[in-house]
């Protein structure tokens, strides 16, 4: 069982900056591929960015270019680096993780844990 706890929400003004951290318990973190998915209320959930337990990386079209994800394993923390804000990245974030072997990396159905998500919200 792995437990998730997303944190750095906030609001910000377009242009700006936020990091976003998934703070996870459990000892097999660091074997998991772990997901940043966002949803709005007339959206479905939509991927945003994914790590594996390799270290590769995954971005949603959307975020290409000024999202950043990384993850520290020594303290079973992922990172979500977001620069460049735009008042479409309004949602509410989720912090998810995969349990290996972990294949497809953007289709939310694949995660097993998920966080209770933190509210972004982007001004213009």
């Known amino acids: 069982q792995v437990q998730l706890v997303e944190s750095g929400g906030g609001l910000v003004q377009a242009g700006g900056s936020l990091r976003l951290s998934c703070a996870a318990s459990?000892?097999?973190?660091?074997?998991?591929?772990m997901g940043w998915f966002r949803q709005t209320p007339v959206n479905e959930r939509e991927f945003v960015a994914a790590?594996?337990?390799?270290?590769?990386?995954f971005y949603g079209d959307s975020v290409k270019g000024r999202f950043t994800i990384s993850r520290q394993n020594a303290i079973t923390t992922v990172y979500l680096q977001m620069n460049n804000l735009k008042p479409e990245d309004t949602a509410v974030y989720y912090c998810?993780?995969?349990?290996?072997?972990?294949?497809?990396?953007?289709?939310?159905?694949?995660?097993?844990?998920w966080g209770p998500g933190t509210q972004v919200t982007v001004s213009s």
């Open positions: 998810a993780a995969q349990k290996p072997p972990s294949v497809y990396f953007s289709d939310y159905v694949e995660y097993d844990y």
């Open positions: 459990g000892r097999t973190f660091s074997s998991y591929a």
């Open positions: 790590i594996t337990s390799s270290g590769n990386t």
